[in-house]
């Protein structure tokens, strides 16, 4: 996925970050008809961010 532009389709398990919010999430349903996932805070605690816009999120380099 590139850099917030919503030009690439994201992946479940990916690990993103959104524009206006402070942490790390992983995809964890995508709705590819709506282009909305929901994602999982990764602080431990399972937290669910349901219907973010593929374009608010923001890869995590892997390397």
Same mark, same amino acid.
């Given at each position: 996925m590139n $850099?917030g $532009? /919503?030009? @690439?389709?994201p992946k %479940?398990?990916e690990?993103? %970050?959104?524009?206006n919010?402070? /942490?790390v999430?992983?995809? @964890?349903?995508?709705n590819? #008809? *709506?282009?909305?996932?929901n #994602? !999982? #805070? *990764?602080?431990?605690?399972?937290?669910?961010? %349901?219907n973010v816009?593929? $374009?608010?999120l !923001?890869?995590l380099d !892997? !390397?």
């Open positions: $850099t $532009t /919503g030009a @690439a389709n %479940r398990g690990h993103v %970050r959104l524009e919010q402070e /942490g999430f992983e995809i @964890a349903e995508i590819s #008809l *709506m282009q909305t996932a #994602l !999982k #805070l *990764m602080d431990g605690q399972g937290h669910i961010t %349901r816009p593929w $374009t608010s !923001k890869s !892997k !390397k």
